[in-house]
């Protein structure tokens, strides 16, 4: 059993791009492509947390696991926290990656890397950021 799991919040209801976790990118939907990234960094389970039924639909029909939350939370880590309260898992895991469901092209090794220096660290939090190397 691994102790980690990805949980990537999503919603239809984005007030600057609405409709973004199904948008097409190169054939397939960015919660898809998100999901496959996280999958592939092989750390451990990997659900998204989803309010809306046409996400649910897609989902379905692509085989990726989901837990449906309510519509009226207040942010994305809000969403990942009712995920694993509603799914039974809250006390499950020891590493919860907060996986935002609008970076369709995140490394699987970035993730990877972002787990394992939590794990040897022994962080209660951790975060990916990089340096800005060119300001436009």
């Known amino acids: 059993m691994k102790d980690s799991i990805i949980v990537i919040p999503v919603r239809m209801g984005s007030k600057r791009f609405p409709g973004k976790p199904l948008i097409n990118i190169n054939g397939k939907s960015m919660v898809n492509c998100v999901w496959e990234n996280a999958k592939k960094a092989n750390v451990g389970d990997v659900i998204v947390a989803c ?20 519509k009226n939370l207040k ?21 919860v990656v907060n996986l935002q469901g609008d970076l369709p092209n995140i490394s699987y090794l970035d993730i990877r890397k972002l787990v394992f220096l939590a794990k040897n660290r022994k962080s209660k939090i951790a975060t990916l950021a990089t340096k800005i190397l060119e300001k436009k």
């Open 51 to 70: 309010c809306d039924n046409i996400i649910e639909e897609h989902l379905i029909k692509k085989k990726i696991p989901y837990v449906l939350t309510e």
């Open 75 to 95: 942010s994305g880590t809000d969403r990942v926290y009712a995920a694993l309260e509603n799914s039974g898992k809250i006390n499950k895991y020891n590493y």
